[in-house]
T-cell receptor
Framework: DSGVTQTPKHLITATGQRVTLRCSPRSGDLSVYWYQQSLDQGLQFLIQYYNGEERAKGNILERFSAQQFPDLHSELNLSSLELGDSALYFC???????????FGPGTRLTVL | AQTVTQSQPEMSVQEAETVTLSCTYDTSENNYYLFWYKQPPSRQMILVIRQEAYKQQNATENRFSVNFQKAAKSFSLKISDSQLGDTAMYFCAFMKLSGTYKYIFGTGTRLKVLA
């Protein structure tokens, strides 16, 4: 158990819908990263937050948005969902002075 | 920009044998970290081993060791005495210590350990 939690574990929805994925970092970790992993693919970096502020953006679609709240949990919002958005979405956190990323168990999103 | 390349999409090894997974990277940074992560069928991402670029000594963690060649920008993972539980996807990752986004992952190598 990495200490990073993600909910829900599984999500099945229809095209055109909107969903919210939630991540709670490890206690004391200020950075949260979001990744998308499509079937049998590598990790695609989406976005990073540090202590509530956006730090870096990767290949995140305009239909996707995220935020980090004062309690440091983060939410990834995916809207106007398409079949191709079906993937495993990971959240990871890093300690303030550390280098290792601790990954959550992921949320598997299926868009039908 | 930094890149990480894993040129072996799939590999297999007999149980108890040794296997080496390759990773090369490109960077102009001098200070950075390198990692190997394992993703078993459960899909959980698990850190296997890390290497600080300023350390010449290769990192080892039990049956896992790396061959870090800084000049060649190579970072291979050696798994000794392979076990069935080592069957997983292995990702090489680079972390820079400056700038904004820090982590870059390779595309992964799928390793299958055969009984």
């Amino acid at each position: 158990d990495s200490g990073v939690t993600q909910t829900p574990k599984h999500l099945i929805t229809a095209t055109g819908q909107r969903v919210t994925l939630r991540c709670s970092p490890r206690s004391g970790d200020l950075s949260v990263y979001w990744y998308q992993q499509s079937l049998d693919q590598g990790l695609q970096f989406l976005i990073q937050y540090y202590n509530g502020e956006e730090r870096a953006k990767g290949n995140i679609l305009e239909r996707f948005s995220a935020q980090q709240f004062p309690d440091l949990h983060s939410e990834l919002n995916l809207s106007s969902l398409e079949l191709g958005d079906s993937a495993l979405y990971f959240c990871a956190s890093t300690p303030p002075a550390g280098n290792e990323q601790f990954f959550g168990p992921g949320t598997r999103l299926t868009v039908l | 920009a930094q890149t990480v390349t894993q040129s072996q999409p799939e590999m297999s090894v007999q149980e108890a044998e040794t296997v080496t997974l390759s990773c090369t990277y490109d960077t102009s940074e001098n200070n950075y970290y390198l990692f190997w992560y394992k993703q078993p069928p459960s899909r959980q991402m698990i850190l296997v081993i890390r290497q600080e670029a300023y350390k010449q000594q290769n990192a080892t963690e039990n049956r896992f060791s790396v061959n870090f060649q800084k000049a060649a920008k190579s970072f291979s993972l050696k798994i000794s005495d392979s076990q069935l539980g080592d069957t997983a996807m292995y990702f090489c990752a680079f972390m820079k210590l400056s700038g904004t986004y820090k982590y870059i992952f390779g595309t992964g190598t799928r390793l299958k350990v055969l009984a």
